[in-house]
């Protein structure tokens, strides 16, 4: 499939009792637009109470993604106009998406073949099953363009076993198939070659063809460098887990810490506050902070900048305001979480 003038950004079709869905704009990672997520809330909708769907299946067009994420450079375009509005429709928007997904009274499987960034994992994390393929790479970027992990991230991530969500909120570390599986962000394994036959199989058996058609994952590197990851990420507070990486002195915590120094220390204290409350929230209520949390930070000038130093511009090279955890405000961060005045 390829992206026309023509062609819609997201297939719809219902064939077999399957409701299929097909994010279509391969060229640039099918990252999610307003009208996708339109189109998506539309499906989701009619589908939800119609007898001749049985399950629900999502997927990328393409082969490289699944989905790659939000829009950030049009939120960015947003804020730079001063149309507030705009960008907080467009949260809002799949927000309920995400919310709906997660409150679907039908099977809802994520088919993940490559790329599955930020508001890719909103649409697929909270669904029923998440396969993943050999190609299948998962990810919560946002740090390093000064955002957080959205999408029900803070919902999500303190659930991962140990520490590893924090870990993955705060470098951005991207995770294979074998890790997805380790960390319960994937449910099956099947290897891009079985795609066909499994999606065969859903029409004709429902999700029990899961099951047979799953394959033993890779392994995980998450697991080999768990008792670190749980021991340097133990605390709450950011500029304590880059005394701790400091302190490990291994290869891995000092690319780790390298990593770090690279993001908005802004977002990473906002991203370790933000898991920090969501452990004990319910996913309405993240989702909720979450959205009053984007009114504050895309407003905050590292948003703009790290989006064009990583999405516009690529230069690699933001400028942070502050340019060191250790002087981010911790009233500065509180406040964020109440939204701008």
């Not at 003038?5 to 704009?25: C, M, Q, W």
């Not at 590893?164 to 380790?182: E, H, K, N, Q």
């Not at 499994?198 to 080999?224: D, F, N, Y």
């Not at 220390?265 to 949390?293: D, F, N, Q, W």
């Amino acid at each position: 499939m390829s992206d026309t003038t023509t062609e819609p950004t997201v297939l719809t079709e219902v064939l077999h009792g399957v409701g299929r869905l097909v994010l279509n704009k391969p060229r640039v990672l099918n990252v999610l637009d307003p009208e996708m997520i339109a189109a998506l809330d539309a499906a989701l909708s009619a589908w939800r109470d119609d007898p001749g769907v049985r399950l629900v299946t999502i997927e990328g067009a393409g082969g490289r993604a699944f989905c790659a994420g939000g829009n950030v450079r049009l939120i960015r375009d947003n804020v730079l106009r001063g149309d507030a509005a705009a960008s907080e429709a467009f949260f809002s928007s799949e927000y309920r998406v995400n919310r709906m997904i997660a409150e679907y009274p039908k099977p809802y499987v994520a088919l993940i073949d490559g790329l599955s960034m930020g508001g890719g994992m909103g649409l697929s994390i909270h669904g029923s099953h998440r396969v993943v393929t050999e190609h299948a790479v998962m990810a919560m970027p946002e740090t390093a363009i000064a955002l957080f992990p959205d999408v029900g991230g803070s919902y999500f991530l303190p659930r991962l076993p140990g520490r590893l969500g924090l870990y993955l909120a705060l470098t951005g570390a991207r995770v294979s198939a074998g890790d997805a599986i380790y960390t319960g962000l994937a449910t099956h394994y099947v290897p891009r070659a079985s795609l066909e036959a499994l999606k065969a199989a859903l029409a004709r058996e429902g999700v029990a063809a899961l099951a047979a058609h799953a394959h033993t994952p890779p392994e995980s590197l998450l697991a080999r460098d768990r008792a670190a990851i749980d021991r340097c990420f133990a605390a709450d507070d950011v500029a304590e887990i880059l005394r701790a990486l400091a302190a490990e002195g291994t290869a891995w915590a000092t690319r780790t810490l390298e990593t770090l120094r690279q993001m908005s220390p802004t977002s990473l204290c906002v991203t370790a506050e933000l898991l920090k409350r969501g452990a004990t929230m319910s996913l309405p209520e993240c989702l909720a902070m979450e959205l009053r949390l984007t009114r504050g930070v895309i407003r905050h000038p590292d948003f703009a900048e790290g989006v064009r130093a990583q999405v516009v511009d690529k230069t690699r090279d933001p400028k942070w305001q502050p340019p060191r955890v250790e002087e981010v405000s911790r009233a500065a961060v509180l406040a964020l979480f109440d939204g701008p005045a």
